[in-house]
């Protein structure tokens, strides 16, 4: 950047020097005395400026994008590293397409100004700085009229200012329509199915008008900077072109110091500009650096307490005791509830939607922490525990089956990325998957598509399954896991969570009580808190208990 600056600033010293030079000639000078006069003092230098500026140049746009995009990759990763550091609960508080357009759009902002910044900041200034020595070396007065300029520096503050905030509005909206048109897309089938195309395409379309207004109010400030310093050019020349036609009919300069002042002027005209707007891209820039450090900075409440253990050789006893648990916006979930599985039990937690039950599963793997009372794992606090220890012993399947847009072996291999080939297909035939597997087009290696879309719902549970038993886990919580499967598919799953939960204290959420009626112990939650507990024949015999009732509900 020195060297280009350099080589730039040069230009009006060349010009002066050359003007200078052919001033000198004498009529008699033929072309051969010329050569040999200024040749051998011009030529090298009309060669050597262009020939330094233009590799400098180059030199210097590869190393300004390699930092820049290095620097924002690093703060992409680091962004990463402190989202899956964070607690589970604010993947809830945030739209996942808010957080999504910070690593997309928010990050090309911020490139984008990097660039400009490295670029303008230093390369320009420097040509700015080395033009102005050449100019002042040339025609130290002529070159004070550039002072007009200092007049622009207090509205582009003012302008970039108010830039910041409408930066920070125009980023905030792209994030609500990343949310919007994944929501739309997600629910294509819904979409479809009821007809609400043109709904949809209203609803997105304002949100598209809305950033429209929002980008335009942004554009209008920007705007503003380039007609304050065009105007502020022009008056500056005029006052050179004046006060140099003066210098010259008075003696005062040679016609190639005027020259090599006014080339100067035109070499400054477009890096004053640059950095006159830089403020606007480091105000837009800067509004989207603070959404990026506002996850960087966001500090997990859920962490490893000083001190905290091992969980080794757990047995799998896990006692809830008088839990209560509010959510963030105040919402009481657990009001004191007490919950008991003895290694190897099968315990089953029943009751209407919102009782309580999915908030006990979240609680136990501390996806959240209690507000009061404690959760122990073999008699410790789980708070008491390291969480890689405490979450490496339990192992979830979910009616919401996540799976990745990779292959059927690599799914599975998440419950363990250690496990072998050999580990992998012993899994799936646990959890009686190999079969279909076998029948994909390339079997274990059949990448199955964003979210598991070519596969069956039963199939998506099976992998599930198998990842569960590849996990081995000592406690085993079972999300609803079969509420969403037809009959057939369900009785397949069912007798591979039979395989699964063998030797495993399994904690199970479930709607069908078809499916819970072989558990040990039958909590029924009502309004966060245990209203019965039993068997299924005790409960079943109950009259007008809530369990007899959805018995008699569901199997009439």
């Known amino acids: 950047m020195i060297l280009l600056a350099a080589a730039t600033a040069a230009y009006a010293w060349v010009v002066g020097f050359v003007i200078d030079k052919a001033t000198g000639l004498e009529a008699g000078d033929d072309a051969v005395s010329i050569a040999k006069k200024y040749g051998i003092a011009i030529l090298p230098v009309l060669v050597g400026v262009p020939l330094i500026s233009g590799i400098s140049n180059y030199l210097q746009r590869v190393l300004t994008n390699s930092i820049a995009l290095n620097a924002v990759a690093d703060l992409q990763k680091q962004m990463l590293a402190a989202s899956h550091a964070a607690d589970y609960a604010s993947f809830t508080r945030e739209p996942i397409g808010n957080r999504i357009s910070k690593f997309v759009s928010d990050v090309t902002v911020i490139s984008g100004a990097l660039i400009r910044v490295l670029s303008n900041l230093i390369k320009d200034l420097l040509t700015?700085?080395?033009?102005?020595?050449?100019?002042?070396?040339?025609?130290?007065?002529?070159?004070?009229?550039m002072a007009v300029f200092l007049i622009a520096i207090w509205p582009i503050i003012a302008i970039s200012q108010k830039m910041r905030g409408s930066a920070k509005d125009v980023q905030q909206h792209v994030g609500l329509i990343t949310s919007?048109?994944?929501?739309?897309?997600?629910?294509?089938?819904?979409?479809?199915?009821?007809?609400?195309?043109?709904?949809?395409?209203?609803?997105?379309?304002?949100?598209?008008?809305?950033?429209?207004?929002?980008?335009?109010?942004?554009?209008?400030?920007?705007?503003r900077v380039d007609p304050i310093l065009e105007v502020l050019g022009g008056l500056a020349l005029a006052a050179m072109v004046i006060f140099g036609v003066f210098q010259l009919s008075s003696g005062y300069a040679t016609a190639g110091s005027v020259a090599a002042v006014v080339t100067g002027i035109?070499?400054?005209?477009?890096?004053?500009?640059?950095?006159?707007?830089?403020?606007?891209?480091?105000?837009?820039?800067?509004?989207?650096?603070?959404?990026?450090?506002?996850?960087?900075?966001?500090?997990?409440?859920?962490?490893?307490?000083?001190?905290?253990?091992?969980?080794?050789?757990?047995?799998?006893?896990?006692?809830?005791?008088?839990v209560h648990f509010s959510y963030e916006d105040g919402t009481e979930a657990l009001a004191g509830i007490s919950i008991e599985a003895k290694p190897g039990e099968l315990i089953a937690l029943v009751g209407e939607s919102g009782s309580g039950k999915s908030t006990v599963i979240n609680l136990i793997p501390r996806l959240y922490d209690v507000d009061h009372g404690s959760i122990t794992i073999d008699g410790t606090d789980v708070k008491d525990l390291t969480l890689e220890?405490?979450?490496?012993?339990?192992?979830?399947?979910s009616q919401d089956v996540t799976l990745f847009n990779d292959s059927v072996a690599a799914n599975i291999r998440f419950g363990d990325l250690s496990a072998s080939r050999n580990d992998i297909e012993k899994a799936a035939e646990a959890a009686a998957a190999t079969g279909f597997i076998t029948a994909l087009p390339d079997g274990f290696d059949t990448i199955i598509g964003e979210d598991g879309d070519t596969l069956s719902g039963g199939q998506k549970q099976r992998?599930?399954?198998?990842?569960?038993?590849?996990?081995?886990?000592?406690?085993?919580?079972?999300?609803?896991?079969?509420?969403?499967?037809?009959?057939?598919?369900?009785?397949?799953?069912?007798?591979?969570?039979?395989?699964?939960?063998?030797?495993r204290t399994q904690i199970v959420i479930a709607h069908r009580l078809s499916t819970v009626q072989k558990a040990d112990r039958i909590y029924v939650l009502e309004k966060g808190k245990v209203a019965e507990t039993g068997t299924h024949a005790t409960l079943s015999k109950k009259k007008g208990g809530i369990y007899a009732r959805l018995k008699d509900l569901q199997m009439g």
């Not at 629910?187 to 429209?212: C, T």
């Open 266 to 322: 035109f070499i400054l005209s477009p890096r004053l500009r640059a950095l006159g707007t830089l403020n606007n891209v480091f105000q837009e820039g800067l509004s989207s650096l603070t959404r990026i450090f506002d996850v960087i900075d966001e500090k997990p409440a859920i962490t490893d307490r000083k001190g905290a253990k091992n969980l080794a050789n757990p047995k799998g006893h896990v006692a809830v005791q008088k």
């Open 180 to 223: 919007e048109l994944k929501e739309s897309f997600s629910g294509a089938r819904m979409v479809k199915s009821y007809g609400l195309e043109a709904h949809e395409n209203q609803r997105l379309g304002q949100s598209f008008d809305k950033r429209i207004s929002l980008y335009l109010k942004l554009v209008t400030q920007k705007a």
């Open 389 to 397: 220890s405490l979450r490496r012993n339990i192992a979830l399947v």
């Open 128 to 145: 700015v700085i080395f033009t102005i020595g050449v100019m002042l070396w040339q025609n130290w007065m002529l070159s004070l009229a």
């Open 463 to 503: 992998l599930a399954i198998a990842r569960a038993i590849l996990r081995d886990a000592p406690i085993l919580l079972l999300d609803e896991a079969t509420s969403a499967l037809d009959a057939q598919s369900e009785a397949k799953v069912q007798a591979a969570l039979e395989v699964l939960g063998k030797g």
